[in-house]
């Protein structure tokens, strides 16, 4: 089973909001990923979580906070958003196997719209 | 980071034609070169990757060409269908301190005509 989950699959927010994006994989993967994708746009890395040490893409602004819980489990937390950050938000998980990269599978996004 | 360059933007191709999509890279941290497919209002799924020890790499309908002289790799469709009609990405590999990054090309949509 090569499949990532993410939750919910849409989120409308207000920019005074705080939500929270979930995702989730059962592949035993040890690294787990946050993109942001704009219409007609490639994805883009936000952060980057491997045995629970993160690592920080420089143009991410405070109001995007990830949470690793345990290495099946990765969360997004949003608050004050602007409505530029109106996009799909990917999640993907890999192995570690730390010789050479491994494929990065992708859930299938939350399409969030802030007002 | 040096993103990859991708061409053509969109193409057009008749049913049972060859679609080719072209990359470009710099400089990488790794010989790691995936295509991922992206339908619409899906995530990225990975199609072929090439880890160049090899110089091309065939799975089905898709091959993979790499040119690491001239640090270019492509993808080739072959038998084209409707049903392949979806935005690819090439991507070339970062690392960071604590995992890879993929780079992404800006992407090709595909259209493949009945």
């Known amino acids: 089973d090569t499949e990532v989950t993410q939750t919910p699959k849409h989120l409308v927010m207000g920019m005074t909001n705080k939500k929270s994006l979930k995702c989730e994989q059962h592949m035993g993967h040890r690294a787990m990923y946050w993109y942001k994708q704009k219409a007609k746009k490639p994805p883009e890395l936000m952060f980057v979580?491997?045995?629970?040490?993160?690592?920080i893409n420089e143009s991410v602004p405070s109001r995007f906070s990830p949470e690793c819980p345990n290495s099946s489990l990765l969360n997004l937390h949003l608050h004050a958003l602007q409505p530029e950050d109106s996009a799909l938000y990917l999640c993907?998980?890999?192995?570690?196997?730390?010789?050479?990269?491994?494929?990065?599978?992708f859930g299938p996004g939350t399409r969030l719209t802030v007002l | 980071q040096q993103q990859v360059k991708q061409s053509p933007q969109s193409l057009i191709v008749q049913k049972g034609g060859i679609s080719i999509i072209n990359c470009a890279y710099e400089?990488?941290?790794?010989?790691?070169f995936p295509w991922y497919q992206q339908f619409p209002g899906k995530g990225p799924a990975l199609l072929i990757a090439?880890?160049?020890?090899?110089s091309e790499k065939k799975e089905g309908r898709f091959t993979i060409s790499f040119n690491k002289s001239a640090k270019q790799f492509s993808l080739h469709i072959m038998d084209s269908q409707p049903g392949d009609s979806a935005t690819y990405f090439c991507a070339d590999v970062g690392s960071t301190n604590s995992g890879y990054a993929l780079n992404f090309g800006k992407g090709t949509s595909l259209l493949v005509t009945p």
């Open positions: 979580y491997s045995y629970e040490k993160l690592s």
């Open positions: 400089n990488t941290a790794f010989d790691y």
């Open positions: 993907a998980s890999s192995q570690v196997t730390g010789v050479s990269p491994d494929t990065q599978y």
């Open positions: 090439i880890r160049p020890d090899v």
